[in-house]
């Protein structure tokens, strides 16, 4: 977990929902390189050594028949492949509220792969509860341990 996740994780949820909408106050570039420096960091930790697929970016060849699409992301959302698996580890809908994250989950679960989600934001833990996920707390290395997000 890089250090930010780790301080971020310390936070109370109240307290994680405040520094969530001063991190919406940014601009969009400028959270995209911060989102996705720390979510690079994850990955390599959760691979542990195994090849991975990823940054994928909202359009990209390979997201786009999930509906992981630049109409429906925004530019600071991300995804990466490690297995049979899909690390949905940034996104953010254009639109919220209009079904984009359930219709990527079931594009992602059509290709028969499976849905993870490591150390979700506060607001994005009331949307994993919605869909069925649990999170379990796995050890990455020697950075410690991160919740990770999947459905039983």
Same mark, same amino acid.
């Given at each position: 977990m890089s250090d930010v996740s780790r301080d971020f994780a310390a936070l109370s949820v109240a307290d994680q929902r405040v520094a969530e909408q001063l991190i919406g106050r940014l601009p969009i570039e400028v959270r995209s390189?911060?989102?996705?420096?720390?979510?690079?960091?994850?990955?390599?930790? @959760? *691979?542990? =050594?195994?090849?991975?697929?990823?940054? @994928? *970016?909202? =359009?990209?060849?390979?997201?786009?028949?999930?509906?992981f699409t630049a109409k429906r992301w925004e530019p600071i959302s991300f995804l990466f492949r490690l297995g049979d698996e899909v690390v949905v580890s940034s996104v953010h809908a254009t639109r919220e509220g209009r079904g984009y994250f359930r219709e990527l989950l079931a594009g992602i679960e059509r290709a028969s792969l499976r849905v993870v989600v490591p150390s979700p934001l506060a607001?994005?833990?009331?949307?994993?509860?919605?869909?069925?996920?649990?999170?379990?707390?796995?050890?990455?290395g020697e950075q410690g341990s991160v919740d990770v997000w999947r459905r039983p």
């Open positions: 390189a911060l989102f996705l420096e720390s979510q690079r960091r994850l990955m390599v930790t @959760l *691979a542990a =050594g195994e090849p991975y697929i990823g940054p @994928l *970016a909202p =359009g990209h060849r390979m997201a786009r028949k999930w509906t607001h994005m833990t009331d949307i994993l509860v919605h869909y069925g996920f649990v999170p379990r707390d796995e050890r990455v």
